[in-house]
Structures are given as C-alpha cells and as structure tokens.
C-alpha cells in the first residue's frame, strides 16, 4: 500500500478513518450534482497556471479567504470535479436510503470515467495531483457559521490514500471529506443537479460561468443580469477587468454554456452580462431556484488515450472486505480536519447547512484530460 501522508504530522491527529464508517461507492452513476455554496462564490482557481495568491472576498456580510501552498498551488476549478462527483454520490447513496459518510472509498475509474476524463497512466498521475492541490489548499469562510462561531477553517480533503495490490497496481483510494462540506451536502436544500455537458468544457472561466447561471439564472425564462465588473470581482480572477470583459465576450459569442444562452449589454459606462437559460427541460431541478433579480446591474436591455491497468477492472473495490453501506446516516462526522500550514487556526466555527447554486470558471483553456 502507497500513499500521500497528511500535511500534519501522524502524531497531531489520529487518522480520521480509524474512527468513521466507510461509505463504499459501489456504482459509477450518479447524476451530477454541485454544491451551492461553492457555485456562489471564489472557492477555486481559474487557471491551471499554479496560483499562490489568496482570493479574499466578502459579500454580504459573508467571507470567503482561499490560500494555497507554494508547493501544490490552490486548487482550480477541474479539481473541483473531484467535490463535485463525491457530492453526487454522497445524494445519489442518501435518496437511496443508505448511510454516507465523509470517508469515501472508490476506484480512481470511477471518478475518472464519471467526470468525463481518460483513464491512462497520466490521467491518474493529474488525478493525484489534484489530490495534493484540494488537500493543500485551506478555506477559511463564516458562510453557514454556527451561533458561536465567526469562522470555519477546513482543506477540501482532510487525508487520501491510494491502495496497491501486492503486484504494485493501485486498485482503490480513499478520501476523508470535511464536515463543512459534507453537511453542504447533506442538506438537499443546498445541492443543485448540473448538466452532465459542464465536465465538456474546456474553459476555467467557462466552467466558472455556468456554475454562476445554474446558481442564479437557474430554469427563470428572463434570466438574470450581472454587470461585469461585479462578475469579475465575484471570480476571484487575477485578471484585469478588460481581459475578463474579453473572454465573457468570446464565450458569448460561442454560447457554448450547456442549457444557457448570454448577450453583452451596454448601459452608459456599465457593460452587463445578461444570461438566460434555454431548453429549460434538459436539467432537472432539485429544489426552487432565486427569484429572477439582477447582481450590481441596472434594468435589463435588448439584446443586440490508451486504457491504464485500473480501467480493465471491475468498479468494485477488491482490497477491503465486502461491506454494505449502512442506513442513512444524518450524524456522521461531526469534527473535522484543520490543515494548519504551519500557522495557527484563529477562528472556527461549524455551521448549520444552507442552500447550493452556481455556474462557471475562468482561466487558460485546459488540454484535453487535464485537470482531475
């Protein structure tokens, strides 16, 4: 068995899966679905370009602080997949009645071929670096902070391990999620479904985009309207304004969002992106969506490779016992991980779950099979 030691020392924490249940994936398919508050606002990078400055934001009296670490970089928006696969799971598994936990076990097949990537040997070798990255990565937010508390502190995984048959072949891996996360989860008023088309596109701020639409345009015949420079403070983008401004028009006049359709728009001095979704019942809706409104805007205008060893094998784990997921399980895990980065944590809070929507990301275009 190989496998990726926690950025904390073994003797600060005993390893989280010595104490939860394992939720054990069993099948591939799940329709995809993504996590509200991660729609809403910068959680990710929008460049695979290894990115170390923090994304600081705050909007409406909630804070979102992102860092990474030079040695990984923060996590990007094709990382998110990782989140966003174990979310569907994690909802697919719950409205089947069975008990979930945080502590995951899968087969990297599962996750690759379920988020539209190739199975190779460098497809695995990205997929463990978006491990390393989503790991590394610290979040520090008071969105759904408790009475008590004033922030929450968490990396995306609190520990991951990949395990080997004897031969040196690795058959499954393992992953402990936050609590912050998972109670996002778990809580169906904050999951949205997504078109299955989003892992398509090749775009950081195209996937940025269609999280943004999904989130607040939703199924809304009018849609909503944004002004731009709100948008790209809403990114976390280190890209000028005017550039940021470039690439929403190229991708407007792609209209290459699945389920959307965008038009720039003039008002004065203030340019306005206006999205509104088309084919309204390709993507189903797991919960109402905002009422139609707009964001920093004013009124709306007129438009003017080869298979790896792993992918040969059943997507059943063979290395643990045959155990079947429990009942459902609202209680599981009720402490998380804090990734410490050599600093101390100032404040932390778990916090109630609330409700998930939002679309797209920005960034260089990925290489095909890039990303996890």
Excluded at 48 to 54: E, G, L, M, T
Excluded at 82 to 100: D, F
Aim: proline share 5%; with cysteine; net charge positive.
């Amino acid at each position: 068995m190989s496998g990726v030691m926690p950025q904390r020392g073994q003797h600060e924490r005993e390893s989280e899966r010595l104490r939860l249940d394992p939720f054990v994936i069993a099948g591939g398919d799940a329709s995809p679905r993504d996590q509200r508050d991660l729609m809403e606002r910068p959680f990710f990078s929008l460049s695979k370009v290894k990115r170390v400055a923090p994304i600081l934001y705050e909007a409406g009296g909630q804070r979102v602080e992102i860092h990474g670490l030079a040695e990984h970089g923060m996590a990007t928006i094709w990382d998110a997949d990782v989140l966003i696969w174990a979310a569907s799971q994690i909802v697919e598994a719950e409205n089947g009645g069975l008990r979930t936990s945080r502590f995951l076990r899968f087969t990297p097949y599962q996750l690759l071929t379920a988020v539209g990537r190739a199975t190779g040997a460098r497809d695995y070798r990205l997929l463990k670096a978006a491990f390393a990255r989503l790991q590394s990565t610290v979040i520090r937010t008071t969105i759904r902070n408790g009475e008590h508390w004033r922030r929450h502190q968490f990396s995306w995984i609190n520990e991951w391990e990949e395990r080997t048959t004897r031969d040196g072949r690795v058959e499954g891996m393992e992953c402990v999620l936050p609590d912050w996360f998972y109670r996002g989860v778990i809580d169906r008023s904050l999951v949205l479904t997504i078109d299955p088309a989003y892992f398509r596109l090749t775009g950081g701020i195209e996937r940025w985009l269609y999280r943004v639409a999904r989130k607040h345009a939703g199924h809304q015949k009018q849609g909503w309207l944004f002004e731009i420079a709100h948008l790209h403070e809403k990114s976390g983008s280190l890209a000028r304004v005017s550039d940021f401004a470039l690439d929403l028009r190229r991708i407007a006049a792609r209209q290459s969002l699945p389920g959307y359709r965008l038009a720039i728009r003039r008002e004065g001095r203030r340019k306005l992106l206006h999205i509104r979704p088309v084919n309204l019942s390709t993507v189903p809706v797991d919960d109402g969506v905002d009422g139609h409104g707009i964001s920093g805007a004013g009124t709306i205008g007129t438009s003017g490779a080869s298979l790896s060893g792993f992918q040969a094998h059943e997507p059943q784990l063979s290395l643990w016992p045959e155990k079947r997921n429990r009942a459902a399980n609202l209680e599981s895990n009720l402490d998380s991980n804090f990734l410490m980065l050599g600093r101390p944590v100032t404040d932390r809070g778990a916090g109630a779950a609330d409700r998930p929507h939002d679309p797209h990301a920005c960034g260089p275009s990925p290489t095909p099979g890039e990303g996890p």
